[in-house]
């Protein structure tokens, strides 16, 4: 008879036969709840060491706080979890959906059955190879978020003692689809060639003033002014209050995205020719016209939405000769505005105050290229200068 089996230790538990199961079980009490009911934690095992062993393993886990049903937690239940109540209430509808995506389609599939407790750096670092041969970088860090997130929920509710996301190392993915800007030339044939296509009007708005496509979608008549104010001192130009985006809650990207642009020349221009048209366009539609004072819009009032623009952004760009409308994107009018802006010798610290970027010019230096009064000029000067003023000086009223 071993040592163990002899003697053992108070409070190390006590081992019994179980001839149903045909293993020696081990058991001990680990605490009182408030009822004064004993709370017990138990191991089995072929021999009485092994069931001590998962007992004592058992209680380890108790004592960090893991609940007995964690041994049973997987991957998909932790991730299912923080679907339905870890978000938030700041997370939107789009957000929610986006990431129930990502986790169907990278982390669940793939991980989903394994034991949350058993989860190595091994089993991660597997599965994130694999999927580096189909995400890029950036997507990739975006699939280990979630699951970081997951996880670290299931840990505040006793599931696992550690997160095993914050171990791995994140490979590199694919190569992204790489931005690209237009030429001078290319974005001056552009402005020629849609000039009388609906889209026309969202292209030189894009274009000329850098906003991000997001930003153009939600702008609002209310936050344009096309006339400006010659008398005030100094006098103010005609400008657009970038306040707005069709993101969750309509919030612009950052705070120092909210910004106030004078516009080129061109831009008010033509958004006065929109404007008559837009009106024509409600007359025609009569009581099938939705009332929601966006500058761009369906024929019918309706907001636009991401897939609305880049259809009707291509179908335009097939007026363009030498131009191959699927390797273009809206956005890419942005990286445009940067680069030509660079071009000219606008400097980036001042192109990054024109764009609204947080991060200041580094962040313009890096991502997009290959300023901070009331109304800011900078972009509306270089502007008319690139393009040339209009040919007509006056705009068309609204009726």
């Known amino acids: 008879m071993t040592e163990e089996k002899k003697r053992r230790g108070r409070g190390e538990g006590g081992v019994r036969w179980d001839e149903r199961r045909q293993r020696y079980i081990a058991e001990t009490t680990v605490d009182y709840n408030a009822n004064g009911k004993r709370i017990v934690r138990s191991g089995s095992g072929k021999s009485e060491t092994e069931a001590l062993r998962n007992m004592r393993a058992a209680v380890d886990k108790y004592r960090k706080g893991l609940v007995p049903e964690a041994r049973h937690y997987t991957v998909r239940k932790a991730v299912e979890n923080w679907l339905q109540y870890g978000q938030g209430s700041r997370a939107g509808e789009k957000t929610r959906e986006k990431n129930r995506i990502i986790c169907e389609t990278h982390i669940i599939p793939f991980i989903g059955g394994q034991k949350l407790q058993r989860l190595t750096v091994q089993h991660l670092?597997?599965?994130?190879?694999?999927?580096?041969?189909?995400?890029?970088?950036?997507?990739?860090?975006?699939?280990?978020?979630?699951?970081?997130?997951?996880?670290?929920?299931?840990?505040?509710?006793?599931?696992?003692?550690?997160?095993?996301?914050?171990?791995?190392?994140?490979?590199?993915?694919?190569?992204?689809?790489?931005?690209?800007?237009?030429?001078?030339?290319?974005?001056?044939?552009?402005?020629?060639?849609?000039?009388?296509?609906?889209?026309?009007?969202?292209?030189?708005?894009?274009?000329?003033?850098?906003?991000?496509?997001?930003?153009?979608?939600?702008?609002?008549?209310?936050?344009?002014?096309?006339?400006?104010?010659?008398?005030?001192?100094?006098?103010?130009?005609?400008?657009?209050?970038?306040?707005?985006?069709?993101?969750?809650?309509?919030?612009?990207?950052?705070?120092?995205?909210?910004?106030?642009?004078?516009?080129?020349?061109?831009?008010?221009?033509?958004?006065?020719?929109?404007?008559?048209?837009?009106?024509?366009?409600?007359?025609?539609?009569?009581?099938?016209?939705?009332?929601?004072?966006?500058?761009?819009?369906?024929?019918?009032?309706?907001?636009?939405?991401?897939?609305?623009?880049?259809?009707?952004?291509?179908?335009?760009?097939?007026?363009?000769?030498?131009i191959e409308p699927k390797e273009w994107t809206p956005r890419e009018l942005r990286h445009s505005f940067v680069s030509l802006l660079s071009e000219y010798g606008v400097s980036v610290e001042e192109i990054a105050r024109l764009v609204g970027h947080t991060g200041g010019s580094k962040v313009t230096e890096l991502i997009y290229r290959h300023e901070l009064r009331p109304v800011m000029e900078t972009g509306a000067q270089a502007m008319d200068a690139v393009f040339g003023k209009p040919g007509k000086e006056d705009r068309p009223e609204a009726s």
Request: overall charge positive; hydrophobic content about 40%; charged content about 30%.
């Open 125 to 322: 670092d597997e599965w994130l190879a694999g999927r580096a041969e189909v995400l890029a970088t950036d997507s990739l860090r975006q699939v280990r978020r979630l699951l970081r997130q997951s996880i670290r929920r299931a840990m505040i509710h006793g599931m696992v003692d550690r997160n095993v996301a914050d171990l791995v190392d994140l490979p590199r993915g694919r190569a992204g689809r790489p931005s690209k800007s237009l030429t001078l030339a290319q974005a001056k044939a552009i402005l020629t060639a849609t000039e009388g296509d609906t889209m026309h009007p969202y292209i030189v708005v894009s274009l000329l003033t850098g906003a991000r496509t997001e930003e153009v979608r939600a702008l609002r008549w209310d936050h344009v002014n096309l006339d400006g104010d010659p008398d005030a001192d100094p006098p103010m130009p005609p400008h657009m209050f970038v306040w707005r985006s069709d993101r969750e809650g309509g919030e612009t990207k950052t705070r120092k995205s909210k910004r106030t642009l004078a516009l080129p020349k061109q831009v008010a221009v033509v958004l006065g020719e929109h404007r008559v048209r837009q009106a024509q366009w409600k007359r025609l539609a009569k009581e099938s016209w939705v009332e929601n004072d966006h500058v761009f819009t369906t024929t019918i009032g309706s907001a636009l939405d991401a897939a609305n623009v880049r259809r009707s952004f291509r179908r335009a760009l097939g007026k363009v000769e030498g």
